[in-house]
């Protein structure tokens, strides 16, 4: 039977979500990858355990990951339901819908028939009664913003989300239904965009609708999928994710094109005494408008290498004007 560590809240920093009464770990887990069917069992649960056991925790899940789409929340729930049933109200778990899941109108996007239908998918399939965070995956450009933020709504009022999200909305999206959150009171606490060294366009924008309104961010692949690591700086190894088939998004050719400004970056990373992926997360979590970096990971050495972040937060100037001018 596994027993958390007695010592797990000492070393993690916990973060208020904009001006919600929700704290989030500085690094939080996301099942994007390696929860999968085609993920050893052993691996994931590992993982958790390691996550659980150094004060992770949020796990951030959504219908579609795995593959194939809806295996990671199934494995997360057992694995959960084995490990840390009796840890829940420790636990923030997150979900979200949006993304294509099932044949038919009804099956992707953000009508309220698709939202409601696939949270009760979600939560059955993960065996719990109710998620921390509902997100709205992606914004529907047919759908009435209303209608998805009614459905939004509802899942709280039914008790099966405690708070919302919205996640890769524009600030103007971002902007729109958060006024409508407010008159209904909806609690809204939460944005989840893609930011790392290579993607900073929440910067144009992003955070100061957030910082306007009061909302807080968690922000995803904050390593750009494992670029900003010491994962390809000698080739690209069998097992990871540029190589491996079932990763769309990430390809060899962006290793090679990103490779040279990887090792400017690296050389900052040693010269502070961090790895790459530590000072990657570091610099993230400079911005006051994120409480979270989400991270991935596919075996429990990266998660502790990249819990090492914590230890050093702070940059000098000209070390930020360093990786500024490495990444024009
Ligand atoms: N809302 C959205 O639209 C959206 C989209 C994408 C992701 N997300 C969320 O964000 C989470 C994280 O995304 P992500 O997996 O792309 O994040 P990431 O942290 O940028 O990348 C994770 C990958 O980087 C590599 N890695 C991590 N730590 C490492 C280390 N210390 N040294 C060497 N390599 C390391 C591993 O790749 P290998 O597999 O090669 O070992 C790992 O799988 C997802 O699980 C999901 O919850 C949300």
């Not at 007695?6 to 990858?33: C, D, F, Q, T």
């Not at 990430?250 to 970056?265: F, G, M, N, Q, Y």
Request: net charge negative.
């Amino acid at each position: 039977m596994y027993l958390a560590n007695e010592n797990r809240y000492e070393k993690m920093l916990y973060k208020r979500v904009g001006k919600s009464g929700l704290k989030l770990p500085a690094i939080s887990l996301g099942l994007w990858h390696n929860f999968g069917d085609v993920d050893k069992l052993s691996n994931q649960q590992a993982i958790l355990r390691a996550a659980f056991d150094n004060g992770i925790t949020h796990f951030d899940l959504a219908n579609n990951y795995g593959p194939p789409a809806g295996s990671a929340e199934t494995n997360f729930g057992r694995l959960f339901k084995e490990d840390f049933s009796s840890y829940r109200d420790e636990i923030i778990i997150s979900s979200k819908a949006g993304y294509y899941m099932w044949p038919g109108p009804y099956g992707e996007w953000g009508s309220k028939k698709n939202i409601i239908a696939s949270c009760d998918q979600s939560l059955q399939r993960m065996q719990l009664d109710y998620v921390d965070i509902f997100y709205h995956h992606r914004p529907d450009p047919d759908t009435p913003l209303e209608e998805t933020a009614h459905a939004l709504d509802l899942l709280v009022k039914q008790g099966k989300a405690l708070y919302v999200g919205v996640s890769n909305y524009s600030p103007e999206q971002t902007a729109a239904i958060a006024k409508l959150f407010k008159e209904w009171h909806t609690p809204f606490i939460i944005h989840q965009p893609q930011y790392n060294m290579f993607n900073r366009s929440i910067e144009e924008g992003l955070t100061d609708v957030l910082a306007k309104e009061g909302l807080g961010a968690i922000v995803f692949s904050p390593l750009a999928q494992g670029l900003l690591t010491n994962r390809y700086l000698n080739g690209v190894p069998e097992d990871s994710r540029a190589h491996r088939s079932d990763s769309p998004f990430l390809s060899e050719d962006r290793v090679e094109a990103t490779l040279t400004k990887v090792r400017r970056l690296n050389d900052v990373a040693s010269a502070r005494n961090q790895t790459l992926a530590e000072m990657a997360l570091a610099w993230n979590l400079r911005l006051p408008e994120i409480a979270s970096v989400l991270i991935g990971a596919s075996r429990v050495s990266q998660l502790e290498d990249n819990l090492k972040a914590l230890d050093n937060l702070a940059f000098t100037a000209a070390e930020l004007a360093e990786i500024d001018q490495i990444l024009q």
